[in-house]
């Protein structure tokens, strides 16, 4: 090595290329996921940026099948939230992590997941999904409350008011066939 740092031999920088970020959740092979789960992975040494891929499985890589991505996140960055309607029900997708440095990057193990199935109806938003009950309903009130447009469920869409509240109530009442 010479005094600023490089191999000569192999003209590296003693940085070094980046090692596999190890996957944490959802556990390898899980099942019953949810359809917006968090995906947790263990940081590495010499990393500037992560990038964390899902994609559907058997289509590894293959862009059409991309369900979701967050590319050059920070080195602090050990999870990524999966926003609702990214995932399907009952469908098994395969998700890695790269580690990005200046000379190099490296992936991560592919681990896998399976979702849960889907709802049953508008009201139907917490896991488990077909069965309605308080969590239901706390989650839709939670959703609501934050303006977040999965609690927009009736017209006029983009304003939060009594008529979603109905839709919701009307829903949860009809139950899951």
């Not at 959740?25 to 010499?46: E, H, I, Y």
């Amino acid at each position: 090595m010479d005094i600023i740092g490089w191999n000569i031999n192999g003209i590296v920088p003693a940085q070094g290329v980046p090692a596999p970020v190890d996957p944490e959740l959802p556990a390898n092979g899980a099942t019953d996921v949810s359809l917006k789960p968090t995906l947790q992975w263990d940081p590495n040494s010499n990393t500037d940026t992560v990038s964390v891929f899902v994609y559907e499985s058997g289509h590894h890589g293959d862009e059409n099948f991309l369900a979701f991505e967050a590319r050059d996140l920070p080195t602090s960055t050990t999870t990524a939230v999966i926003p609702a309607g990214s995932l399907a029900p009952n469908t098994t997708y395969e998700w890695f992590v790269t580690a990005v440095n200046s000379i190099a990057f490296a992936y991560s193990e592919t681990w896998t997941f399976t979702t849960a199935g889907g709802p049953c109806n508008i009201a139907d938003v917490a896991v488990p999904f077909g069965v309605l009950n308080f969590d239901d309903t706390l989650a839709f009130l939670v959703a609501f409350d934050a303006m977040d447009p999965s609690a927009d469920l009736a017209p006029a869409f983009g304003v939060f008011d009594f008529d979603d509240i109905l839709a919701h109530l009307t829903a949860f009442s009809e139950g899951c066939p």
